[in-house]
């Protein structure tokens, strides 16, 4: 079966994806997070959904050396990887006009270079097989930034993860054109996340998405239909349309 890899597994986004695959049975599912006891908890879950097999691997994807070090334990336990899922984020309710250096660091570090880190070392393999997927889950944040002046940082990180995704697409399409470099444009999604940025909870916004139901939508498009662009709710085409319209004005 695929080997599917998750980050930042163990709650949320991560854990509605891993648990869906695990139940469509597929898929050999493995997690990475940071929080052993969680993941476990996941993992077990998943097993209990039906899954042939669950790997959970402790590790900070945010430092080099341990993306390293899962990506070596994923080949040595199952001698491939098909699939990765960049799904580590952490929110942040700053004005633009207030931010600090440690605000902008820590957004940088979190949502983009982890998922650098992350291409980088996958990138071999895949190269080496001629095939892979990655999947980047951004934001509709990451595309039109006014949505939410107080998520500067996060809105201008995953605007730059948008961008490093479709450099790394460039870079290899001519000579690897079956290596895909997919986005996932997810809206609010109803799980903890704004608690962690310092706001309200997101299962109390209005509009927020059902996590499984966003889950479903990038295992769907991203995940299976190898999409290079996925967004989560059909609203989210027609508001990418209007702000397009809005930069680049009929004649």
Sequence with gaps: MPVVVITGASAGLGEAMALQLASAADHTVVLIARRKDALDAVAARCTGKGAAAVTAIVADVCKRDEVERAVAAVLAA???IDVWVNN???????????????????MMQVNVMSAIYCMQAV???FKARRTGTFVNVSSMLGR????STIRSAYSASKHF????????????AAEYPDIVFALASPGVIGTDFGLTAGSADSRTLPGAQDVDECAAAIIDGAIRKRQRETY???AHKAMMRQHLESLVPAE
């Design 161 to 172: 993860l948008n961008g490093i995704t479709g450099s790394f697409a460039a870079e290899h």
């Design 123 to 125: 990138l071999p393999h």
């Design 144 to 147: 039109i930034p006014h949505i």
């Design 88 to 106: 580590v984020g952490r929110g942040c309710n700053v004005l633009p006009s207030a931010l600090t250096d440690a605000d902008v660091s820590d």
């Design 232 to 234: 989560t709710q059909p």
């Design 78 to 80: 199952h001698g491939t």
